[in-house]
């Protein structure tokens, strides 16, 4: 039999969502299925007469082979709206739950894989009681995503933030100061917490540990001497 399943991208970018594209393509080509993208999230889906090329694009082995890893993500990605409560209709908000069900069943897609955050695998699970064969993949540069390991986007976000805490770290040893430097982590401090550890830094301020900042002063005035005039504290945001 046949199939012929769909992919979209939740909202939020991240690098490397090419990559996934292109997996998912080729494992659905070893079976035998056809797979389409939809374009912004639902929105190709929903609103196909938006899109000059069709909201539904064929990933054909030709399309794959040319998808650059490195580029922004192919099919864009979804606004950040709750399709069960949209509020971007006239009538002020409505459920297209139902509209999205009747358009993957019109455009024969037996199931769907998404690229998604928190909030959508929220909006996955709800579509998934009402009927919808749906895969997840998460996605998050936080790795804040609960029972997953380690999210999607997360190494490459761990990545980038290495290097560049290596710089500041380098920047306050020539200026004999201790550099303080916030990275993205609003619930979660794996960011922080790994990135501190691959760089020894003085200090690391996570959410999930209370901090006081009397000790921490008085830390930092203990390991900082002339032989080392310099520190690195690293605070994730959520702090």
Known sequence: MLRRIAINVGAGYLPG??????????????????????????????????????????????????????????????????????????????????????????????????????????????????????????????????ATSVSF??????SFTIDMLGRAKQAARSARKIAVVEVIGEQAGWLALQAGIALSADAVLIPEIPYNLNMLARRLDDKTSARKPYGLVIVANGV
């Open 17 to 146: 969502i090419n990559t996934v594209i292109t997996g998912a393509a080729r494992a659905a080509g070893l079976l035998g299925w056809e797979i389409v993208g939809i374009r912004d999230g639902f929105q190709g889906l929903l609103h196909p007469d938006r899109y000059p090329e069709g909201g539904l694009v064929k990933l054909s082995p030709q399309i794959i082979m040319n998808l650059d890893p490195f580029e922004a993500g192919f099919l864009g990605q979804a606004p950040r709206i709750d399709p069960f409560h949209d509020t971007t209709v006239q009538e002020g908000e409505a459920d297209l739950s139902d509209e999205i069900l009747k358009r993957l069943k019109a455009e024969n897609i037996h199931a769907l894989i998404s690229v998604v955050g928190n909030q959508g695998l929220g909006i996955l699970y709800k579509l998934h009681c009402k009927g919808l064969n749906t895969v997840c993949i998460p996605k998050s540069i936080e790795n804040d995503i609960p």
């Open 153 to 158: 986007g997360f190494n490459t976000a761990l």
